[in-house]
């Protein structure tokens, strides 16, 4: 008997050698999430701590206030 894992790298490994459209479709899927976090990271993640804070100090005096500042009313 073989153990688990080998069972299923087995499984995995036929399956997807016998792939053809699939293969694309995987590829596909691979290149959209890369645009799509690409997209969101150039136009909505800006590097707001490197813009408005000129020194690492700076930069985590900032993340610390707002990490242990209490929260006020809405």
Not at 59 to 66: E, I, T, W
């Amino acid at each position: 008997m073989t153990t688990l894992p080998k069972r299923l790298y087995g499984f995995y490994q036929d399956g997807f050698r016998s792939m053809v459209l699939g293969r694309t479709l995987w590829k596909l899927i691979a290149l959209k999430l890369f645009l799509i976090f690409a997209v969101l990271k150039l136009f909505f993640f800006s590097n707001y701590l490197e813009k408005n804070f000129h020194s690492d100090a700076e930069r985590s005096a900032h993340v610390l206030d707002n990490l242990t500042r209490p929260p006020g009313p809405p």
